[in-house]
């Protein structure tokens, strides 16, 4: 009995992925825990593994295929003493997954922690099957582009895929391939390969906004940046936002900062600011709950433990990973695991849940010299601050006389639905003593 | 106010009734203004009258040569007059049938005289003097051009002795001798014709070959075959005096050595260029402006420096063509719609480098994109391949091998940058190489294209592996 490998649900929200790679052929013989193909999801690329073992008796999706819907059958494995010839893929089938809209109840057997799902026997009766999903044919878009621009960019090593045709219908001629060489387009670097197959052809919506008098280049939008939109899009329509800043002196924390990484060092840790940031709003979240929150439309969720989602920017965008019950972790734990999240961020290599989900977030480009900012709620979380630069300011010290002090702005945005102004207030209080007064958070 | 516009277009030759028409299939309120006739001078004066005067002069040279095909034909004779009559029928036919063109559109025709007085009006003057006032959302000014005449007070064109290419179409008698100042296209295409019908022509050319805009090897061909039928080509020449009196035309011809040669001819027809009809159109009123040789500046879509003013055709820089003057109508007409809020329509503005020229005379000559000479200059390394007809069989068949087909290729990227032909039937051929052109094919698709068999088209094919040193039949 062959055994259909579909198109796996990497996260609970997940409806459809991209098949980046494939990373075997038919014919590939394959034992469980073996990497079949890359699948890229709407912020992350994830590896997925074989369950069962057997031969690959035939692909069904070709690699680069987007908007492959979760329970496609994407390849079918023939298992030993089968012949793989007589296997072919299936026309059609109707995927095994999950509804279209789960419910978060369903969350936790949704998404199993191996990515690798194969076919169950039969589909759970509970769950309605969706619309039967063709098997997505292996659709290139077709490159229209003249012969000599064919011929051209051949020769200089640039990828059609990534420009912008100006000929008939959106043809790409040879003076869109001349103005690539001349360093118009990105994707010019010959030996590189295109991050994404970018402009296929322009949209009616972005002709009707089009001032194409003035030097121009259009480009197709990532998942990750169409996610972005649609996420902050909805939150500033659905989520009235209110913002309550405070100035918070940051002497004693930076104090207690470098004491503690003194003594970590030869622990090979090292506390930033930001980690310490993340444990202060951890506190506050406990103290004042009613920041710890999700609107649910007609209810109210609130959340007991913090987990802080951390806004990092990647390459084409940003990205949030958790760092779990920051309440409870050490601040060296904090410290390790924000690094680790960090750089598999920016590498493209995050699990799902390790940037979905989250009851608040941290969002800090001191760094980049902004003094204060506003942010977008990360719906369906209600509470996110803004840090801004620690800088020396002129402040009136405690003995009441004028001095100098390292001072942030910090701007919480509340979602005004949930939260109250005051409770608002009483996080931001909170958060302020805990930074203030450092030692509460690890007394 | 019924005298109101989405677009007013001034001229209804072949840029102008094209651009109307456009503009009322995209459904603009449009007017056409007219001061003679419609169809302008391409289809009254122009490209159809002269193809059906050299049509005659062509079955004459048939006759002439009847015995080469086995037949016979005596006491062949051109009657001048009904010639003439049978070109001029044409030209009525079909400026009945722009008339009907316009009426089908729903185009408003204003005849008279029309002039801008602000960027949005125009007043149209008619032959007994009313003005009317027009206004216009966007008005083309498409008003053609006119011949160049010499500048010696002595030879102006008066339609007696001296003529321009208008007067040679209706000539009020038979030519004996026959004098062709210039050797463009319409220089060489009367030349040819008087020739056909027996008249004895010398064509005089300041520059060192005849046709001079096209590729050095077809003006070379070309001067040999018209030498060949009787004509006398003087080349590298210039004039020192014309002198028009009632016994002929007293002209001094100096040669390139310098010497100078007196000759007396009947008619001469003067064939220099053109000049752009500009004048008393209110281009000064509305600040349009024009360049050095005085055509009305335009931008690759007839933008002129005045927003809402759009120049077309010949009123603008060359070349001076018909086919490039309808294409810049449609152009012109689908960018003011699109101003006007049609997203539908996606003009590209006019590449010069894909026009096509044609000349008629007896061989043709048809040819579009660089010349080999032209593409070293602008740089490229050249690939160039040419097929005489003579390997042709469908040429020898027809009794027509003198030709060739050359191409010009960009050696390194296969771009066909030029193809320039001379010989029988080459202008119905051309546009296989415009669209190949305009598609931007190297030559690896023209390779690739299965050409009929028997045709002289197949010399396009050969002349395309002869540049990659692929021909088969040479």
Same mark, same amino acid.
């Given at each position: ?199 296929? +052809? ?242 | ?456 088209? +197949? ?16």
């Amino acid at each position: 009995m062959p055994i259909e490998i579909k198109m796996p649900a990497l996260s609970p929200t997940m409806e459809q992925g991209k098949l980046a790679k494939w990373l075997v052929s038919e014919g590939d013989s394959v034992e469980s825990g073996d990497i079949l193909a890359e699948i890229e999801t709407d912020k992350a690329t994830m590896e997925f593994e074989a369950v069962d073992e057997g031969t690959i008796a035939s692909i069904a999706v070709a690699e680069g295929t987007d908007e492959v819907s979760v329970g496609t059958v994407i390849a079918v494995l023939s298992v030993d003493g089968e012949d793989t010839d007589t296997i072919a893929a299936p026309a059609s089938t109707p995927p095994s997954g999950k509804p279209d809209t789960p419910a978060m109840a369903e969350t936790a057997q949704a998404a199993p922690p191996s990515p690798a799902q194969p076919s169950p026997p039969s589909p759970p009766p509970s769950t309605p099957a969706a619309p039967a999903t063709l098997t997505t044919p292996a659709r290139h878009d077709r490159i229209i582009a003249s012969p000599l621009a064919r011929r051209i960019a051949q020769d200089k090593g640039i990828d059609l895929a990534g420009l912008k045709g100006s000929g008939p219908n959106g043809r790409i001629v040879k003076a869109d391939v001349e103005a690539a060489m001349a360093g118009g387009s990105a994707s010019t670097t010959p030996g590189i390969p295109v991050a994404k197959p970018a402009t296929v +052809e322009m949209k009616d919506e972005t002709r009707a906004l089009l001032d194409d008098r003035i030097p121009h280049s259009v480009t197709s939008l990532s998942s990750m940046r169409k996610t972005i939109a649609r996420r902050l899009t909805q939150s500033m329509q659905e989520a009235p936002h209110i913002y309550l800043t405070v100035d918070v002196t940051l002497d004693r924390l930076l104090a207690m900062r470098k004491e503690m990484n003194a003594a970590l060092e030869s622990r090979g840790i090292k506390l930033s600011v930001n980690d310490m940031l993340i444990k202060a709003l951890g506190r506050a979240l406990i103290d004042v709950p009613e920041c710890n929150v999700a609107f649910a439309g007609s209810e109210l969720i609130t959340y007991s433990r913090a987990d802080i989602s951390v806004a990092v920017s990647i390459p084409g965008g940003l990205i949030t990973p958790i760092i779990a019950d920051a309440n409870g972790k050490s601040l060296s734990e904090i410290a390790v695991a924000a690094k680790d999240l960090a750089a598999r961020a920016k590498q493209g290599k995050l699990q799902p849940d390790e940037y979905q989900g989250g009851t608040a977030s941290i969002s800090n480009m001191g760094m980049m010299g902004i003094k204060q900012f506003t942010a977008v709620i990360n719906p369906p979380q209600a509470t996110i601050l803004a840090i801004g630069a620690g800088e020396k300011r002129p402040w009136v010290m405690d003995n009441g006389e004028l001095g100098v002090a390292t001072v942030m702005s910090v701007t919480g945005s509340f979602d005004h639905r949930a939260i109250d102004g005051a409770d608002g207030a009483r996080l931001m209080t909170a958060f302020k003593r805990y930074v203030e007064s450092p030692l509460g958070m690890v007394a | 106010m019924s005298n109101s516009y989405d677009l007013i277009v001034l001229g209804s030759g072949p840029g102008g009734y094209v651009a109307a028409i456009r503009a009322a299939q995209l459904g603009l309120k449009t007017a056409i203004v007219e001061r003679e006739r419609l169809g302008g001078i391409c289809l009254n004066w122009g490209c159809i009258p002269t193809k059906a005067l050299l049509r005659s002069g062509e079955v004459m040279h048939q006759m002439r040569h009847a015995g080469d095909y086995g037949l016979a034909a005596d006491n062949i004779t051109a009657d001048l007059e009904a010639i003439v009559k049978r070109s001029r029928g044409v030209a009525d036919q079909l400026n009945m049938g722009v008339t009907g063109l316009m009426k089908k559109n729903k185009i408003t025709v204003h005849m008279g005289t029309g002039k801008l007085t602000v960027p949005d009006k125009l007043s149209v003057t008619d032959e007994g003097g009313k003005t009317t006032e027009l206004s216009a959302k966007h008005i083309i000014l498409a008003t053609g051009a006119r011949a160049r005449e010499l500048p010696m007070k002595t030879a102006q064109a008066d339609g007696q002795r001296i003529w321009t290419y208008r007067h040679a179409m209706t000539p009020p008698d038979m030519p004996t001798k026959l004098l062709v100042i210039g050797s463009g296209a319409i220089g060489i295409e009367f030349a040819s014709f008087y020739n056909d019908i027996g008249v004895d022509v010398t064509v005089v050319e300041m520059m060192d070959r005849v046709v001079p805009v096209e590729d050095a090897d077809v003006s070379t061909f070309l001067e040999k075959a018209l030498k060949k039928q009787g004509i006398e080509i003087r080349t590298s020449a210039q004039l020192e005096e014309i002198k028009s009196s009632a016994k002929g035309v007293a002209v001094k011809i100096k040669d390139k050595a310098g010497k100078v040669s007196d000759e007396t001819y009947s008619h001469v027809i003067v064939a220099i260029g053109i000049v752009p009809n500009i004048e008393g159109i209110g281009l000064e009123q509305v600040g349009i402006e024009q360049d050095e040789r005085s055509h009305i500046k335009a931008d690759g879509f007839g933008r002129t420096n005045v927003p809402g003013i759009w120049a077309i055709g010949d009123c603008t820089a060359g070349p001076w063509l018909a086919h490039k003057a309808s294409h810049e109508g449609v152009t012109a007409a689908e960018a003011i719609a699109k101003e006007l809020g049609n997203p539908q329509v996606h003009p590209h503005a006019l590449d010069r480098r894909n026009i096509p020229g044609c000349t008629y005379c007896h061989p043709q000559v048809a040819s579009v994109g660089l010349t080999e000479a032209a593409a070293k200059d602008a740089g490229y390394e050249v690939k160039a391949g040419t097929f005489p007809f003579i390997g042709n069989g469908k040429a020898i068949a027809l009794g027509e091998p003198e030709g060739f087909v050359k191409t010009v290729f960009d050696a390194k990227t296969g771009e066909l940058l030029g193809a320039h032909m001379v010989g029988a039937e080459v202008t119905e051929m051309i546009q296989g190489f415009v669209v190949g052109k305009t598609l931007e094919t190297t030559e690896a698709e023209l390779m690739q294209t299965i050409f009929p068999h028997p045709t002289i088209s +197949e010399s396009m094919h050969e002349s395309v592996l002869s540049a990659y040193g692929r021909a088969i039949h040479i």
